[in-house]
Antibody, heavy 122, light 108 residues
């Protein structure tokens, strides 16, 4: 049974750094053509892809947020960590981690965590 | 282009067929995946690749693609299909993913 669970602070102050952890079970972060993505959704708004990391340590970041994001994984702990620097109230959102499967001509997110709401406020 | 465009809202009568579309240059190179999201819940994958349904997704959901447009079709829409639907694909570079703005489906 594949599960993903996000953890991290519910409240951060402007300019602080957000650190979120995704703990996975039911699959290994070393499985080929699999990885973990972070996706966020501001209240009442659309989904936004942020970053992903694959088993071969290939990483990719949203172009608009690249300078603020870092993604890493600890395969032995089955965890993927996302850090986002210089948080702003506009970054208030539910943050999801999801398993990404990569095929030649498509990706898909087949399992999602429940999401964690992060509020940015002083 | 790294954008995927969806109609903000679509409605369908109960039991009828509805098509939700997603447009973007990257769809000429990559297939889309589709996600259903109900209020307060995480998104759920409903279609991926050429036209693949995960286990547990009813066969009234299907996908297709032509040129720069991907489509999600619900044949015989049910009340429980009322939700937001998002498309996703790689961007034209193939290095990033991008979501459409979402379509709110109302079943009348």
């Amino acid at each position: 049974q594949v599960t993903l669970k996000e953890s991290g602070p519910v409240l951060v102050k402007p300019t602080e750094t957000l650190t979120l952890t995704c703990t996975v079970s039911g699959f290994s972060l070393s499985n080929a053509r699999m990885g973990v993505s972070w996706i966020r959704q501001p209240p009442g708004k659309a989904l936004e892809w942020l970053a992903h990391i694959f088993s071969n340590d290939e990483k990719s970041y949203s172009t608009s947020l690249k300078s603020r994001l870092t993604i890493s994984k600890d395969t032995s702990k089955s965890q993927v960590v996302l850090t986002m620097t210089n948080m702003d109230p506009v970054d208030t959102a539910t943050y999801y981690c999801a398993r990404i499967r990569r095929e030649l001509w498509f990706d898909h997110f087949d399992y999602w965590g429940q999401g964690t709401l992060v509020t940015v406020s002083s | 282009s790294s954008e995927l465009t969806q109609d903000p809202a679509v409605s369908v009568a109960l039991g009828q067929t509805v098509r939700i579309t997603c447009q973007g240059d990257s769809l000429r190179s990559y297939y889309a995946s589709w996600y259903q999201q109900k209020p307060g819940q995480a998104p759920v994958l409903v279609i991926y690749g050429k036209n693949n349904r995960p286990s547990g997704i009813p066969d009234r959901f299907s996908g297709s693609s032509s040129g720069n447009t991907a489509s999600l079709t619900i044949t015989g829409a049910q009340a429980e299909d009322e939700a937001d639907y998002y498309c996703n694909s790689r961007d034209s570079s193939g290095n990033h993913n991008v979501f459409g703005g979402g379509t709110k489906l109302t079943v009348l």
